[in-house]
Nanobody, 117 residues
Framework: QVQLVESGGGSVPPGGSLRLSCAAAGSIPSFSTMAWYRQAPGKQRELVAGFTVTGNTNYADSVKGRFTISRDNAKNTVYLQMNNLKPEDTAVYYC???????????WGQGTQVTVSS
């Protein structure tokens, strides 16, 4: 089992910044990727940013240039730095761990991000 614990959500005005953290614990598969997803009310969950199998990063078009995903392998932690936040970024943000050799995806409990004036 893998546990993903997110933190760092909150409420900010437009143009503000937040940094999300996701700490993984438990039996973490040796080969896996991690990513951030979000789900706004009435919408499907969507990929925000993630690491590819080769270790590169990919981003949703809507967040390119504003969000940065990074990781600290020693701490089994992934971060999402979000700058110049917009009201349309308001959503519950979820951390995801996907084993590359099969097995279930793991999800965190989600952290709310609200961007409002």
């Amino acid at each position: 089992q893998v546990q993903l614990v997110e933190s760092g959500g909150g409420s900010v005005p437009p143009g503000g910044s937040l940094r999300l953290s996701c700490a993984a614990a438990g039996s973490i598969p040796s080969f896996s990727t991690m990513a951030w997803y979000r789900q706004a009310p009435g919408k499907q969950r969507e990929l925000v940013a993630g690491f590819t199998v080769t270790g590169n990063t990919n981003y949703a078009d809507s967040v390119k240039g504003r969000f940065t995903i990074s990781r600290d392998n020693a701490k089994n932690t992934v971060y999402l730095q979000m700058n110049n936040l917009k009201p349309e970024d308001t959503a519950v943000y979820y951390c995801n761990l996907r084993p590359l050799l099969g097995g279930p995806n793991y999800w965190g409990q989600g952290t709310q991000v609200t961007v409002s004036s």
